[in-house]
T-cell receptor, first 115, second 114 residues
């Protein structure tokens, strides 16, 4: 069974440009989460989808970040325009149980470098 | 505010030595606690979790952790470290119940000397 897949694995862009990160969760997993780790600091929660709906987006840093989950399958996280402080590793995770008791499976992360 | 503290940024141990990674949390209610490991080039993998019950929990790869409410701690231990354990370890607390929203510590990077 395929795990959580993230693309691209590494993206280098200039300040002011746009980047879109994609996450394909494990098939059948209704929960999808985005987390971010900035330069050796804590991994921080960004948001949580249940199917195509945003359940909790309290961790989104500002309106330059837009997350979508089309049809409750894959998700995209767009950063527009990117700033230097957006550099970091963006992790996606998925789980099966809506109640939150099902194990979270993480992807390998997408590393974003903003120059 | 809810938080997780991992006091040790880097730890180096010799292969075969015992290991303890420290984790302290700040959370008002009964915590859901987790340890994750990230090996180079891989995603985060769950080592073990505590939801309720026995405060000593066993995980994969020979790891265990003990929940101590009085100390707000959830330290990870392994009696004999293998070279393949070299990785970064993250402690986390679930703040909305279960896995739905995790607060992570900054991580502890473990190096293993032969």
């Amino acid at each position: 069974e395929a795990g959580v897949t993230q693309f691209p694995s590494h993206s280098v862009i200039e300040k002011g440009q746009t980047v879109t990160l994609r996450c394909d969760p494990i098939s059948g997993h209704d929960n999808l989460y985005w987390y971010r780790r900035v330069m050796g600091k804590e991994i921080k929660f960004l948001l949580h989808f249940v199917k195509e709906s945003k359940q909790d987006e309290s961790g989104m840093p500002n309106n330059r970040f837009l997350a979508e989950r089309t049809g409750g399958t894959y998700s995209t996280l767009k950063v527009q325009p990117a700033e230097l402080e957006d550099s970091g590793v963006y992790f996606c995770a998925s789980s099966q149980v809506i109640a939150g008791t099902g194990e979270l499976f993480f992807g390998e992360g997408s590393r974003l470098t903003v120059l | 505010a809810q938080s997780v503290t991992q006091p040790d940024i880097h730890i180096t141990v010799s292969e075969g030595a015992s290991l303890e990674l420290r984790c302290n949390y700040s959370y008002g209610a009964t915590p859901y606690l987790f340890w994750y490991v990230q090996s180079p080039g891989q995603g985060l993998q769950l080592l073990l979790k505590y939801f309720s019950g026995d405060t000593l929990v066993q995980g994969i790869k020979g790891f265990e952790a003990e929940f101590k409410r009085s100390q707000s701690s959830f330290n990870l231990r392994k009696p004999s470290v293998h070279w393949s354990d070299a990785a970064e370890y993250f402690c986390a607390v679930g703040v909305t119940g279960g896995y739905n929203k995790l607060i992570f510590g900054a991580g502890t990077r473990l190096a293993v000397h032969p």
